[in-house]
């Protein structure tokens, strides 16, 4: 998709420059997503890259403790899966299940445990590294001035396993 920007407009017998630019929508995170804390309803957004592919995951995280996510990639296939917090350490693991077939399992950390905030990472099952956040503020992390989410702040630089 292009779009079009006056950057000058003179006189209607001088020239208009233009200049054509490429526009993408990245990935967006869901706007009805509501945080109720420490309940089972409780909803927060997640957004995953899944290795170095460019494929970006949105969607939601439902449950306190335990509970499943689903949602979309920027390749339009779906993806869901189950996780769970492990004891009183703010440790915890992902399932993730996609329509293409992609399977992997994430180890995460609560940066947050009030609002369930957390980051992990893991392995993809074509052995690609992928890296998730979730959380009620992660949005202010992760998100550009368009409503975005940010691919270079997503994905860039993040630990891989193993290394």
């Known amino acids: 998709m292009f779009s079009l920007h006056v950057l000058s407009a003179i006189a209607s017998a001088t020239a208009i420059a233009l200049v054509a630019t490429t526009a993408q929508a ?46 979309r990639t920027s390749a339009n296939f779906g993806c869901h899966g189950q996780w769970r917090a492990q004891g009183s350490f703010g440790f915890g693991e992902a399932t993730l299940e996609c329509d293409n077939g992609l399977t992997g399992k994430a180890f995460f950390t609560y940066q947050h445990p009030e609002t369930g905030t957390a980051s992990g990472i893991g392995r993809l099952s074509n052995g690609k590294a992928f890296h ?32």
Do not use: M
């Open 26 to 71: 990245g990935p967006k995170l869901p706007a009805d997503c509501l945080s109720i804390q420490g309940t089972s309803s409780n909803c927060a957004p997640i957004l995953a890259c899944l290795g170095n592919s460019g494929i970006f995951f949105t969607g939601r995280a439902i449950g306190w403790g335990e509970g499943t996510h689903a949602g």
């Open 132 to 163: 998730v956040w979730s959380g009620a503020n992660v949005d202010q992390f992760l998100i550009n001035k368009y409503g975005d989410v940010d691919a270079g702040a997503l994905c860039q630089n993040f630990a891989k396993p193993g290394t």
